[in-house]
């Protein structure tokens, strides 16, 4: 069964940037979609950005593109979440999931798209 351990989160000031890395421990490769994901203290989850398996197509939530990179090494099973400029309501807890199977060149969106999710990690941006 492959595990996802996040690493990275923290806290930051107003307009500072900070990266996120996921690692999957066991076997993936590139017909799996992964994706970040996010929840704030009171609300639901909601999508942050995902990649397809090839890394040759990404998506992104519209709260945070232009100011935030996904990227993965399929080499070392990992993906990462890079990102710039970060507001106070970027505060949450931040997940990785991954998606089986059937996204070597699509992103998946949907939390039910998703069958393997890390324990998350937190974000404070303070303002």
């Known amino acids: 069964q492959v595990q996802l351990v996040e690493s990275g989160g923290g806290l930051v000031q107003a307009g500072s940037s900070l990266g996120l890395s996921c690692t999957a421990s066991g076997r993936t490769d590139s017909n799996d979609g992964m994706g970040w994901f996010r929840q704030a203290p009171g609300k639901g989850r909601e999508f942050v950005a995902g990649i397809s398996g090839n890394a040759g197509v990404t998506a992104y939530a519209d709260s945070v593109k232009g100011r935030t990179t996904i990227s993965r090494d399929n080499g070392k099973n990992t993906v990462f979440l890079q990102m710039n400029g970060l507001k106070p309501e970027d505060t949450a807890v931040y997940y990785c999931?991954?998606?089986?199977?059937?996204?070597?060149?699509?992103?998946?969106?949907?939390?039910?798209?998703?069958?393997?999710w890390g324990q998350g990690t937190q974000v404070t941006v303070s303002s």
């Open positions: 999931a991954l998606a089986r199977s059937y996204f070597r060149y699509t992103v998946p969106r949907l939390q039910v798209q998703y069958d393997i």
